[in-house]
């Protein structure tokens, strides 16, 4: 189990948001993050490579806008909606696009399969994130 | 001088944008993600780090996010213009957040003058980028 | 839980590692790099910030290596033992500074604590995958 | 140009490293990670992207470590001589694989000639830093 839960825990001040939404959304975002990672790397692994490219660079996006926003809505410090909105509303394109990417792919490698999962779940803890800040 | 023109010039197939802005607002991008780890730093170093806590925050976001809108625009590989433009925006409210803060305590500290010239910069480099997308 | 272990056991070539001493690991920097993002962000939000300026600082170091150590041990494709082993001492060196750090302040700050045991287990971590690889 | 020495210059306190060399090094390590994100994208594009995989996972590693390594040598504040040190040897060491693989395909692409060059620049600046720390 990660320390997300924890650390929102330990948070010197009040923030405005639900300490277990936040939570769940980051350790989303964590997972999503590292199954990209994983995903790119396992494509490149593949004999069929040359027709994974689009899976491989999707992933590599969706790992770096999942690692910014993680480190965006890990932070409670003088919160501006505004900023993290944006981010996340970014990070829901990218995971729903990664997503749809490795569906296409999921009947056939495994790891694509898995990597679905993980965009569909921090797309939706993203979702879930935005709603609960209105 | 950065690599980033040389190698939009040697990007094996053709790419939808005009790669003198690309080249630009990547360059914009990797010079914000820096003056912002470093004005971070500074404000650190400062006696009156209590009254900075807002703008090592904003830094930090603008950081990470920048960080991520570089990787991203920097490839040209299956191109999904959703996605581009949903991390520019992103990239836009933070560098607009940051800039702001950095702004106001510019006559204080030098480190903040450079670094919200350095936003101010970077978010015109991206709504170009924006713009030239259309 | 993470996707850590499901995306080794679904890598398509052999690999050279123990997929159950990789998959902790990968866990240990995801959740250490996360944890030092939240301490950072509470160190700045502790009234006592400027007593805090060390951990804020190794925290930032220690969440940088962390990620990017967790994306290289995350790719398995054309491994390369210098470069992973370099990586990992670097990792070992800022989580024992960062564990350091954070033990100090450990009594008086819980997010403290909490992150200074998630420095030592990522610590740990490192050495078992660098023992690993003899 | 880059805001590294400016940055430098207006860092509130003394530090130990001279400020040429290391806003030299800043600049070389920011534009390698930059030219690696490139590279790896260029090479996903190449018809024959199946004999490029080991070239596309140096980049990749490059890129997150350069970065990573970038961040910490642009912090001044509780600089910390052992996890500085650490690091760049970790960065030498990837820039060194890496540089090897691309000059190994710099005759038929000439994204990977150039990335080499920002590899081996790079590589030169964090041993000349290095150097400078003894």
Redesign the interface.
């Known amino acids: 189990m990660?320390?997300?839960k924890?650390?929102?825990d330990?948070?010197?001040?009040d923030f405005n948001l639900d300490a277990g939404t936040l939570a769940a959304t980051?350790d989303a975002l964590?997972?999503c993050a590292?199954?990209c990672?994983?995903?790119?790397?396992?494509c490149?692994?593949?004999?069929m490579?040359?027709e994974l490219?689009?899976c491989?660079?999707?992933c590599?996006?969706c790992?770096?806008?999942c690692?910014?926003t993680?480190?965006?809505v890990?932070?409670?410090?003088?919160y501006?909606a505004?900023?993290t909105r944006?981010?996340l509303?970014?990070c829901?394109?990218?995971c729903k696009?990664c997503g749809d990417e490795c569906e296409r792919h999921a009947g056939m490698?495994?790891?694509c399969r898995?990597?679905a999962?993980?965009c569909r779940r921090c797309e939706q803890a993203c979702n879930d994130l935005l709603a609960a800040m209105k």
């Open positions: 990660s320390y997300a924890q650390m929102l330990t948070y010197p001040r980051i964590s997972d590292q199954a990672t994983a995903c790119a790397d396992d490149l692994s593949e004999e490579v040359a490219t689009k491989i660079r999707t590599l996006d790992d770096d806008v690692t910014a993680l480190r965006v890990s932070r409670q410090t003088e501006d505004n900023v944006a981010v509303q970014a829901v394109a990218v696009s490698h495994e790891h898995v990597c999962e993980a």
